[in-house]
């Protein structure tokens, strides 16, 4: 079944459709699986049954499977998932929505921020806001600014490696608490202007901080190029994936 997986032949897809009734659980958690990388249309019925009704690793494999192929019914039944007391239905439906994509369930991943942060849940919620880009970042940024939130230094840092600027308070006020050289290292990288060797850096950073006129990480990179009177490439340069 896992030979097949995302196959485009009839044939194949035929196979795969039959092996859904293999009285092996595996194997038709296998098929189900491989279903979903297909993205078959036609097997969307069966798909949904199983993430709502299937038992053991056939639901499991069937909730990610439903977000692969996305459409109607699939966000329904993840949610449904979600719900669900067992920690393993909770992440393969998590899963599900993040192949899904759906900037609507960027609240629910932000919810899954409480959890404990060695937690696979934790983990794909943190990986699936990273994969929303600017969609997550409003979110994000009330996370980082918060003073309570126990996910707020990985929220800023997440909008620091996305090159927001206004995170950089957040960050300066979260290297206030405790010195921290990732957070250090961030607020150097992010405001191209390093205050990691002065005597309270934090506190330097927010002073300066609050004197600029806005929080424009593209200009922070602009006026450093400047100074070293280098000429600064145009912003379209950047674009892309870099290498």
Do not use: M, N
């Not at 980082?144 to 927001?164: D, N």
């Amino acid at each position: 079944a896992l030979h097949f997986s995302g196959s485009e032949l009839s044939e194949e897809r035929a196979v795969l459709l039959a092996l859904l009734e293999d009285e092996d659980l595996s194997v038709e958690a296998a098929a189900v699986s491989s279903l979903g990388h297909a993205r078959l249309e036609g097997a969307r019925t069966e798909l949904l049954l199983r993430a709502r009704f299937g038992e053991g690793v056939v639901r499991l494999a069937a909730l990610e499977a439903v977000g692969r192929l996305g459409g109607d019914g699939v966000r329904q039944a993840l949610v449904t998932g979600l719900a669900e007391r067992d920690k393993d239905v909770q992440l393969s439906a998590l899963k599900g929505l993040t192949y899904l994509a759906d900037p609507e369930s960027i609240s629910l991943f932000i919810s899954y921020l409480q959890q404990d942060q060695d937690s696979e849940l934790f983990k794909v919620a943190l990986g699936a806001l990273k994969d929303f880009g600017g969609a997550a970042h409003k979110d994000l940024l009330r996370i980082a600014e918060s003073s309570v939130h126990k996910a707020r230094r990985q929220a800023a840092l997440l909008l620091s490696e996305a090159c927001e600027g206004e995170v950089a308070e957040a960050l300066a006020t979260l290297l206030a608490g405790e010195p921290d050289p990732t957070l250090a290292r961030e607020l150097a990288i992010l405001t191209c202007f390093d205050l990691r060797e002065a005597e309270q850096p934090a506190s330097e950073y927010l002073a300066w901080l609050r004197s600029e006129v806005d929080s424009d990480a593209w200009r922070w990179f602009v006026e450093a190029t400047a100074r070293r009177e280098l000429t600064c490439p145009p912003r379209v340069s950047f674009l892309g994936d870099g290498s």
